[in-house]
Structures are given as structure tokens and as C-alpha cells.
């Protein structure tokens, strides 16, 4: 059964940071690119941020840029996403996403999905 996971979200004040884990089970996520999606309550799903199959290649949309960093660790079966410098706007539930194709997308162009992690900015 093929499966992502994510961990690692929660409450944090504006200003600080989490790490976002996205482990796979069922499969190995080598020749899988993998994106970072979040959605709001009222909002649409946007992507956050992607990798590439060989973690040479990142994107980000433009209002993390600076503060998110993507990484992949192919021998954990794991894709990152570390957050710093959090805003109130960064509450959402985050998702990850497989496809399996060497070039990632911030666009809904993936096999697989986890089930989310939220995470809330909060003061």
C-alpha cells in the first residue's frame, strides 16, 4: 500500500519555526518528485514549495521564499520542509504529494497524497 505521511506540524508564535516530515511507506520515493501544498480554511490548495527526484531542482512560491527550505533525504524515504520566520498567514493544513517524474510542479500534478498536518501561527 503506498503511503505519505507527514509529522511535524503544530502551534508556534509568529516568528518561529517547524520542520515538516514527509515519510514514505509502501514505495521508495527516489524517482518521485514531491511537492508542499497547504490550504487555509475559505482558501484554495496552493503550492508551498517542490523538489525534484534528485533534490538538484527546488521552487518556491514567492511568499515563502527565504523563510521555507525543501530537502530530501532519499535513504529516510523523507522530504523536508523546514519553515522559520512563520506569519499568522502561514496557518494552513499542509499536504505532501508524489509523482512519479523527474521534474516537480507547484501545480496539482500528483499521484499521491497524504492526509496533512496543520499547522496554526499563533500569538
Known amino acids: 500500500q503506498l503511503q505519505l505521511v507527514e509529522s511535524g506540524g503544530g502551534l508556534v508564535q509568529p516568528g518561529g519555526s517547524l520542520r515538516l516530515s514527509c515519510a514514505a511507506s509502501?514505495?521508495?520515493?527516489?524517482?518521485?518528485?514531491i511537492g508542499w501544498f497547504r490550504q487555509a480554511p475559505g482558501k484554495e490548495r496552493e503550492g508551498v514549495s517542490c523538489?525534484?527526484?534528485?533534490?538538484?531542482?527546488?521552487k518556491y512560491v514567492e511568499s515563502v521564499k527565504g523563510r521555507f527550505t525543501i530537502s530530501r533525504d532519499n535513504a529516510k524515504n523523507t522530504v523536508y520542509l523546514q519553515l522559520n520566520s512563520l506569519k499568522p498567514e502561514d496557518t494552513a493544513v499542509y499536504y505532501c504529494?508524489?509523482?512519479?517524474?523527474?521534474?516537480?510542479?507547484?501545480?496539482?500534478?500528483?499521484?499521491?497524497w497524504g492526509q496533512g498536518t496543520q499547522v496554526t501561527v499563533s500569538s
Open positions: 509502501g514505495f521508495t520515493l527516489d524517482y518521485y518528485a
Open positions: 504529494a508524489a509523482r512519479l517524474f523527474t521534474v516537480c510542479a507547484l501545480k496539482d500534478l500528483y499521484t499521491y
Open positions: 523538489i525534484s527526484s534528485s533534490g538538484g531542482s527546488t
